[in-house]
């Protein structure tokens, strides 16, 4: 299929891409619970023609197309879950389940994807190979691609590249951006218990403070990056719960404090989680009391092949103008697409969604959250065309 004649089948499925996403605007499902998400895309792969697997890691789905000639496999991801957020903007799509809406896209990223498969499964003549297209739960609680793995829904399958979008409000609409390397942070979550002894607010001699003890960790704790990170890395180190006591005269036994690490490096990850547990167990020591740190092992960093990403980003030039293609900084956020790029070279891409004039200017997970909808067309070309590139050789 040449360039022309693609862009001219995305544009007359463009209506039917919006509605797509409309309709699951308006029936969010959080992680996990994407029922009627999963089989609506089910039933349309199903339709399609594709060889369709269920229930991967739960709510998962898979369709394979497999055009029957010898070549490459590239697997394509999208995820469908939304988040639990009360949706503020009024838009005749709005969320109709109280207290859940699509604050990240994720609508979109799952009817680009459908889109994209029917353009492909329209037109088989146009393939080598096998395009495995996977539509994953969970991605916001980090899970949904270890699940999918675990339930085996790459079984019997050996992926060659890998390919994924994430629409993004960071950029204007009509804009496309790809970092080579490490794009995408590594997720860990941490609890500190800090343990002393209670009493009388009156006579702290008779105590041992279990708040000054969490106090001085997160004092100490701010030092690590400052002063313990190379410069040219980077690294978030966040503690952002903390909790401890009842009432202004007492005391108490115990504080409880919760916290994120984002790092790019697997050896700065390990470091910090190394170097953290030290200065937590010491620093309560020395003030006479007990600490533990247990750790809640995330994501690990989204990392995209450098050759995978040069090929797909000359292929988004081509399709959008050299001067709308970005090479953004890396980003602390997570996300779990990281597995799927575990499994084969790959390149995961930003597509701009914003739009001032319309509104449409706040960030991702924000009540008032939503994309410009021509995104979506754009969104589904440059896969496609990706797809076609990286079914080569």
């Not at 209506?15 to 999963?38: K, M, Q």
């Not at 994924?164 to 500190?192: C, K, N, Q, S, Y």
């Not at 002063?227 to 690294?235: S, Y």
């Amino acid at each position: 299929m040449s360039t022309p004649s693609l862009h001219d089948a995305v544009q007359a499925l463009a209506g039917e891409t919006i509605h797509l996403r409309r309709d699951l605007h308006r029936y969010p499902e959080t992680a996990f619970e994407e029922h009627r998400t999963s089989d609506l895309v089910a039933t349309r792969l199903a339709a399609l023609g594709l060889q369709v697997r269920r229930n991967l890691g739960k709510t998962g789905v898979v369709g394979l197309l497999d055009s029957g000639r010898p070549g490459r496999t590239v697997l394509v991801r999208a995820d469908m879950d939304a988040l639990p957020i009360q949706e503020e903007r009024d838009t005749p799509y709005r969320s109709t389940i109280n207290g859940k809406m699509h604050a990240c896209g994720h609508d979109g990223h799952t009817a680009i994807l459908l889109t994209t498969a029917k353009i492909f499964a329209q037109s088989p003549e146009s393939l080598s190979g096998k395009i495995l297209f996977l539509f994953q739960p969970a991605e916001e609680v980090g899970n949904g691609a270890a699940a999918m793995l675990s339930d085996g829904a790459l079984a019997g399958i050996t992926v060659d590249a890998v390919l994924g979008l994430h629409l993004t409000t960071e950029l204007p609409v009509g804009t496309v951006a790809a970092r080579p390397g490490a794009a995408l942070a590594a997720t860990d979550m941490f609890t500190i218990q800090v343990v002393g002894r209670g009493g009388h607010a009156a006579r702290p001699q008779e105590t041992v403070d279990p708040l000054l003890m969490a106090a001085h960790i997160i004092t100490m704790v701010q030092s690590l990056v400052a002063r313990e990170v190379d410069p040219v890395d980077t690294a978030v180190l966040s503690i952002t719960s903390i909790h401890g006591g009842t009432t202004f005269n007492i005391i108490p036994e115990q504080v409880t404090m919760q916290g994120t690490l984002r790092t790019f490096q697997p050896a700065t990850r390990t470091m910090l989680q190394e170097r953290l547990g030290t200065i937590v167990r010491g620093t309560a020591q020395t003030l006479r009391g007990e600490a533990a740190l247990t750790w809640q092992e995330g994501t690990p960093a989204v990392v995209n092949d450098p050759e995978m990403t040069e090929r797909f980003l000359r292929v988004a030039r081509e399709v959008v103008g050299p001067q709308r293609v970005l090479t953004p900084p890396p980003i602390t956020a997570g996300d779990d697409m990281a597995l799927w790029l575990q499994q084969a070279p790959g390149c995961y891409f930003f597509v701009g969604a914003r739009n001032e004039a319309k509104g449409i200017d706040k960030p991702h997970h924000h009540p008032q959250f939503d994309i410009d909808e021509q995104a979506l067309p754009l969104g589904v070309e440059l896969l496609c065309q990706g797809i076609h590139d990286f079914l080569r050789s």
